[in-house]
């Protein structure tokens, strides 16, 4: 099995910086993305950021505040959030779009989520 485990959520002032970790194991034949969603209450997921081969598209909202990066030696992703605002609160979701190895179908794979909270 694939799994994900995220960690690093927690609450912070606005203006503060959280990096948030998502740690993979399992084996992986092939991934064709990975990024960072989050959900608030009453809203629906909506993509952070993604990182494929190529590049890395961030939403509107955090272009700027927010950078993707990656540690392969440690198989692990991580989402640096700088200059925080209140309105980034939510529980943020890491994602990887990947190939089992064995199989031949891209499959989503989520982390259980950590939360963000910001305050005002």
Same mark, same amino acid.
């Given at each position: 099995?694939? *799994? ?6 927690? /609450? !912070?002032?606005?203006?503060? +910086?959280?990096?948030?970790?998502? @740690?993979? =194991? ?12 989050? *959900? ?6 909506? /993509? !952070?950021?993604?990182?494929? +081969?190529?590049?890395?598209?961030? @939403?509107? =909202?955090?272009?700027?505040?927010f ?21 980034d ?32």
């Amino acid at each position: 099995q694939v *799994q994900l485990v995220e960690s690093g959520g927690g /609450l !912070v002032q606005a203006g503060g +910086s959280l990096r948030l970790s998502c @740690a993979a =194991s399992g084996n992986i034949f092939s991934t064709n993305a990975m990024g960072w969603y989050r *959900q608030a209450p009453g809203k629906q997921r909506e /993509l !952070v950021a993604i990182m494929t +081969s190529g590049t890395t598209n961030y @939403a509107d =909202s955090v272009k700027g505040r927010f950078t993707v990066s990656r540690d392969n030696a440690k198989n692990t992703v991580y989402l640096q959030m700088n200059s925080l605002r209140p309105e980034d609160t939510a529980i943020y979701y890491c994602n990887i779009k990947a190939i089992r190895s064995g199989s031949y179908l891209y499959e989503d794979f989520w982390g259980q989520g950590t939360q963000v909270t910001v305050s005002s």
